[in-house]
């Protein structure tokens, strides 16, 4: 099974500063990367598919990049409302969720 | 617009057997290309995939749990049922459905993201 590490676990930021979180899988997944931010109590939310495209209806804010082993998922100009946990996913021979990274904004 | 809905029981009792239920509108699963899934979040926990269907009927199981795990689909009811035998306390998680857009096939595990959820369901185990 190929592994996705997340990293950090967690971070805390303040509005207006720039975040990357980043996915390393244990073996090459092509671009098949996705990225999720979740509300406690609310449904999680489609940010980022195919490593860098950008979901319908996301802010700009969000961006994403990588192939291979290492993607990152970039959120600028933070917000009050980014504060969530933020999940990368593959599909490459099963499905799995990355460990979860908890944003904090100060 | 795609809407996705969870329902089922909410307190279990260990060794019983759940099953949840997916209503959905907006799509059908009859669509090439499509799925819908079930993925949970155990309290404090990252999210887990359990199961996926496929517009085809074709279905895939997490590894960790394809022994007590069984998803069928009831194309003209728009709905999708997951049955979950031998629950525990370990089980005890919110429990989302999502529909899936497939973005490459004639692989063995269909590409692609989950593009709708559900609100979810808290399902807790306990004597």
């Known amino acids: 099974e190929i592994q996705m590490t997340q990293s950090p676990s967690s971070l805390s930021a303040s509005v207006g500063d720039r975040v990357t979180i980043t996915c390393r899988a244990s073996?090459?997944?092509?671009?098949?990367v996705s990225w999720y931010q979740h509300k406690l109590g609310e449904a999680p939310i489609l940010l980022i598919f195919?490593?860098?495209n950008l979901q319908s209806a996301v802010s700009p804010r969000f961006s994403g990049s990588g192939a291979g082993t290492v993607f990152t998922l970039t959120i600028t100009s933070l917000q009050p409302e980014d504060s969530a946990t933020y999940y990368c996913?593959?599909?490459?021979?099963?499905?799995?969720f990355g460990q979860g990274t908890r944003l904090h904004i100060k | 617009q795609i809407t996705l809905r969870e329902s089922g029981p909410t307190l279990v009792k260990p060794t019983q057997t759940i099953s949840l239920t997916c209503t959905f509108s907006?799509?059908?699963?009859?669509?090439?290309?499509?799925?819908v899934g079930w993925i949970r979040q155990p309290p404090g926990k990252a999210l887990e995939w359990l199961a996926l269907?496929?517009?085809?009927?074709?279905?895939h199981y997490s590894p960790s749990l394809t022994s007590r795990l069984t998803i069928t689909q009831d194309t003209a009811k728009n709905q999708v049922v997951l049955t979950m035998t031998n629950m525990d306390p370990a089980d005890t998680a919110t429990y989302f459905c999502?529909?899936?857009?497939?973005?490459?096939?004639?692989?063995?595990?269909?590409?692609?993201?989950?593009?709708?959820w559900g609100q979810g369901t808290l399902v807790t185990v306990s004597s």
């Open positions: 073996q090459n997944i092509d671009r098949d």
């Open positions: 907006g799509f059908s699963l009859n669509t090439p290309r499509v799925g």
């Open positions: 269907i496929y517009w085809d009927d074709a279905k």
């Open positions: 996913q593959h599909t490459y021979k099963t499905l799995l």
């Open positions: 999502a529909h899936f857009v497939i973005t490459l096939i004639g692989v063995h595990f269909p590409r692609g993201y989950f593009d709708s």
């Open positions: 195919g490593s860098s």
